[in-house]
């Protein structure tokens, strides 16, 4: 009888501290699956209209995703994880604009929204739908492409979140 409430009382540990299954958590997703659903989340988002502040956007495109983008995202990420700071600038004084340049992808405009802590795609994105700064990035219709990167460091909470918006640049004719 005791071995059965020991076991009870770790599977309610369990569920109560358990993230909801179809939520894309970052310990238990790929990190492929949570950048993509993370992508999807902001799709969502952009296809109805919605305030950020005091602002009132329209619905927006579809962003797609861009590989050279992931790659700026994800340096940014795993930058800010291995020196233990939370800032648009990374640790070579780079902003976001440098970042994305250095990936390979041609910018006209570039935007970046970090996190750190959330554990899931919902989690991250609703944050960032909830800070008006943020949520107008998500919602600027300017931009075309979506990179996403995530490092995780040793200890629970430890997860850095980057977003990278761009809008490419207009082929030469």
């Not at 995202?73 to 004084?93: C, L, N, V, Y």
């Not at 976001?96 to 970090?114: H, M």
């Not at 107008?136 to 909470?157: L, P, T, W, Y």
Request: charged share 25%.
């Amino acid at each position: 009888m005791k071995r059965f409430m020991r076991i009870a009382a770790v599977v309610t540990c369990v569920f109560a501290t358990a993230a909801p299954a179809r939520d894309a958590v970052v310990a238990r997703g790929s990190d492929a699956a949570v950048r993509a659903r993370v992508v999807e989340l902001v799709n969502a988002a952009r296809s109805k209209s919605r305030r950020c502040g005091s602002e009132r956007y329209p619905a927006a495109p579809p962003l797609l995703a861009s590989r050279d983008l992931d790659a700026a995202a994800a340096r940014h990420a795993r930058d800010m994880m291995k020196r233990k700071f939370f800032e648009h600038t990374g640790s070579d004084g780079s902003q976001p604009k440098d970042r994305v340049k250095r990936a390979g992808y041609q910018s006209r405009l570039t935007g970046e929204n970090i996190a750190l802590g959330p554990e899931s795609a919902e989690e991250v994105v609703a944050g960032w739908l909830a800070s008006p700064g943020h949520c107008e990035n998500i919602m600027d219709a300017r931009f075309q492409d979506i990179g996403v990167g995530i490092a995780s460091g040793r200890k629970r909470g430890q997860i850095y979140w980057v977003q990278t918006f761009g809008q490419r640049l207009k082929a030469a004719r």
